[in-house]
């Protein structure tokens, strides 16, 4: 990646994403274990993981549409602190009322992956910051270095907490201290947002027209009918997140932290390694085209995964999975980018990530509930089903809008 195309701004905003998905993935392993380790039934795992989710939804609605009249550097340091604070709750108590509260107000990723409302903020300021024929190519690589940190953070977080409890501390204990690791990160963040200037704000606000819905005008349509899609493959993806996809490999083949760390660092890997093959190939065959044709395969390996009957095969699915799954995701960001006006650009990401997360709250209490009823194999494919019906409707739809730079 050339630094022409990446000012210091934008590096800054990388490295924020280095420390909040190392973060994430740093808690992924663990946070289901320690809601059971507190007294949780599978049914509360669920329910408190769709309180986060839909606590994160409502945070990113509510500062995506104030971001750009107050300030995208303050809310992305007000967010950070948010990590704050419910890292700080966590580490401190097990008190069932307290847990659910901060998962609520506080931002935790139950996913592993991007929560709250700093993806939008940060993709509207690197879009701003840099030429739209360079977009998706530093989307990739945005999302190559947010896979590796999850990956990291996910083969840290199994280690750490596997030698914290072989050193003689509870599997609380343990937990605790990693929660309070977390807090750290989130404070960290809030150091590397400070350095933040004002290129990332928004310049001069267009009005098209009397209204605006969500801080949309020209665009309200398509970011409609595109976030209505996102939903539906969110949806789906949050019936087998990572934390709950941890989870069932501790429960179907006694799998321990430590060797899921290894498996999620892994398959981060692969998706992280996959974002660059998506410039690539978007740069070939168009956005929409990549989005749809590389998701396929990865939900045919989602499908395939409880089949398994044992670790190493269903270990096996899992990176295969990975190495396409995430093909979308620079694409997608690039593709929204393109398609609305600047001045709507964290309105719009707003909106998609409110509309993605809010759908994503349900799959956790989907699976608990299933998992409770011993269906273990069944949200795997209701997962795939519906990611596939999510691709052919996406392909069908928007085959034909195209971005600017593709015309």
């Given at each position: 990646?050339?630094?022409?195309f ?15 998905l ?17 007294g ?130 509870t ?24 350095f ?17 819905f ?156 299933l ?14 089903g ?22």
């Amino acid at each position: 990646m050339a630094t022409t195309f990446l000012p210091p701004d934008g590096w800054l905003l990388f490295a924020s994403r280095v420390v909040r998905l190392f973060s994430y993935g740093f808690l992924s392993i663990i946070l289901a274990l320690h809601l059971a380790a507190v007294g949780m039934t599978d049914r509360q795992i669920g329910f408190l993981l769709t309180l986060t989710l839909i606590g994160d939804a409502a945070l990113s609605l509510v500062v995506t549409q104030i971001a750009d009249r107050v300030g995208r550097r303050q809310m992305l340091i007000a967010s950070a602190g948010l990590m704050v604070f419910a890292g700080g709750v966590f580490a401190t108590t097990n008190q069932a009322w307290l847990l659910i509260l901060a998962a609520f107000i506080g931002t935790l990723s139950p996913t592993g992956h991007e929560a709250g409302p700093f993806l939008p903020l940060e993709q509207a300021g690197l879009a701003q910051l840099i030429p739209g024929t360079q977009r998706t190519r530093v989307f990739a690589w945005y999302n190559l270095v947010g896979s590796f940190a999850a990956a990291l953070g996910a083969w840290s977080g199994g280690m750490v907490v596997t030698t914290l409890q072989r050193t003689g501390l509870t599997a609380l204990s343990s937990y605790h201290i990693m929660f309070a690791t977390y807090a750290g990160f989130g404070l960290m963040m809030g150091v590397v947002f400070s350095f933040l200037s004002s290129r990332i704000e928004v310049e001069h606000p267009e009005v098209q027209g009397p209204s605006r819905f969500f801080g949309l005008h020209r665009s309200w349509a398509i970011v409609r009918n595109l976030s209505i899609l996102f939903a539906f493959d969110s949806f789906a993806g949050a019936l087998v997140l990572q934390s709950l996809l941890a989870y069932w490999f501790h429960s179907r083949f006694g799998a321990d932290p430590a060797t899921l760390g290894q498996l999620f660092f892994g398959a981060n890997i692969l998706a992280g390694c996959s974002a660059l093959v998506a410039a690539r190939v978007a740069a070939r065959i168009g956005l929409i085209n990549t989005m749809a044709f590389t998701h396929l395969p990865a939900n045919v390996f989602l499908l395939l995964t409880p089949l398994m009957p044992t670790f190493p095969l269903a270990a096996a699915m899992v990176l295969l999975r990975y190495s396409t799954a995430q093909m979308d995701v620079p694409t997608r960001q690039a593709y929204l980018m393109a398609v609305v006006a600047p001045d709507e650009r964290s309105a719009a990401a707003g909106v998609t990530t409110l509309t993605r997360t809010m759908a994503s709250a349900f799959g956790p209490l989907v699976t608990g509930a299933l998992f409770s009823a011993s269906l273990m194999s069944l949200p795997f494919f209701l997962a795939g089903g519906i990611k596939i019906i999510y691709d052919l409707a996406l392909l069908w739809n928007f085959r034909h809008i195209k971005p600017p730079e593709e015309m």
